[in-house]
C-alpha cells in the first residue's frame, strides 16, 4: 500500500521545538519532492517547505526561515521537519506530500500523495 504517515506533532510551549516525521511505504521518497503544508482552522492549506527529488534544493516560506529545517533519511525512507523556536501563528494541522517528476512548487495539485496531518499547538 503507497502512503504517507506523518508523526511528532503535540502541544508545546511558545519557544519550543517539535521534530514531525513523515514516513513513507511502498514507494521511496528519493525519487519524489517532499513538502510540508499547514493548514490553520478556518484557512486554506499552505505551503511552509519542499526538498527537491534529485539535488536536494530546500525552500522555507518565510515565516519559518531560519526557525523550520527539512532532512531527507534515505535510508529510513523518511523525511524530518525541525521546527524551533515556535510560535503561537504556527498552531496548524501539518501534512506532508509527496510529489512524483515535479520540482520547486506548493501546487497542491502536483502532489501525489499526502499523509493524514498531524496537529502542531503552540500555547502556553
Known amino acids: 500500500q503507497l502512503q504517507l504517515v506523518e508523526s511528532g506533532g503535540g502541544l508545546v510551549q511558545p519557544g519550543g521545538s517539535l521534530r514531525l516525521s513523515c514516513a513513507a511505504s511502498?514507494?521511496?521518497?528519493?525519487?519524489?519532492?517532499v513538502a510540508w503544508f499547514c493548514q490553520a482552522p478556518g484557512k486554506e492549506r499552505e505551503g511552509v517547505v519542499y526538498i527537491n527529488s534529485g539535488d536536494g534544493t530546500t525552500y522555507y516560506v518565510d515565516s519559518v526561515k531560519g526557525r523550520f529545517t527539512i532532512s531527507r533519511d534515505s535510508a529510513k525512507n523518511t523525511i524530518y521537519l525541525q521546527m524551533n523556536s515556535l510560535k503561537s501563528s504556527d498552531t496548524a494541522v501539518y501534512y506532508c506530500a509527496a510529489g512524483f517528476a515535479i520540482q520547486s512548487t506548493f501546487i497542491l495539485a502536483q502532489y501525489d500523495y499526502w499523509g493524514q496531518g498531524t496537529q502542531v499547538t503552540v500555547s502556553s
Open positions: 511502498g514507494f521511496s521518497l528519493d525519487y519524489y519532492t
